[in-house]
């Protein structure tokens, strides 16, 4: 049994990628669908909320994370197989010990603005959470490369970037 993470900015694919991976018979979780997993946390008093009033999402003072918990929990209710999660958090670097392997998909600025303006919802979709991805993204590769992700670039179609994460799976 081994445990996979994939994280990556908005947008570039992990929801798709975690279709993919369940089509193929994977166990694979999108992190944002468990609403104990991921969560609102306040930045100060720890407050963990999963919707918030739209003066809260626009003050700044809230950070997606996820619960340490939830997720220990989840990954030992797997009996067998390959297990991956998909998603991205503030404090999803506090987990990698978790998996056996991180993989971080990349993407350019043109592909991450294309698909988050494509899907029509989530975060992103105002000009300045999209200023604020695209921003991020200027630094991701680098601090996935820093904490020993495998980089996978998130351009190519999802059945090639499921392929991709696969080969690297099946050398275990």
């Given amino acids: 049994m081994a445990n996979y993470l994939i994280v990556g900015l908005p947008g570039v694919g992990k929801s798709e990628l975690a279709h993919e ?24 008093t720890g407050l963990m909320k999963r919707e918030l009033s739209p003066a809260e ?6 950070h997606w994370t996820w619960n340490g918990d939830r997720l220990t929990a989840l990954l030992g209710s797997y009996a067998t197989g390959s297990q991956f999660v998909l998603g991205n958090a503030a404090n999803v670097k506090d987990y990698y010990h978790l ?6 998909l990349v993407a ?6 294309h698909r988050v303006v494509q899907r029509g919802s989530g975060y992103g979709i105002t000009p300045a959470e999209l200023e604020k991805i ?4 200027e630094s991701f590769k680098e601090h996935e490369i820093e904490r020993g992700a495998i980089i996978i670039e998130a351009s190519p179609p999802v059945a090639e970037i499921a392929d991709t ?3 690297y799976t099946h050398a275990d």
Avoid: I, P, Q
């Fill in 108 to 113: 350019d600025n043109a592909t991450l603005t």
């Fill in 134 to 137: 695209l921003g991020w993204n």
């Fill in 57 to 62: 999402a626009a003050s700044g003072e809230f």
């Fill in 165 to 167: 994460v696969l080969e």
């Fill in 99 to 104: 998996f056996d392997k991180v993989f971080a």
């Fill in 21 to 44: 991976l369940m089509r193929r018979g994977y166990d694979a979780l999108d992190a944002d669908l468990d609403a104990e997993l991921s969560l609102h946390a306040h930045c100060e």
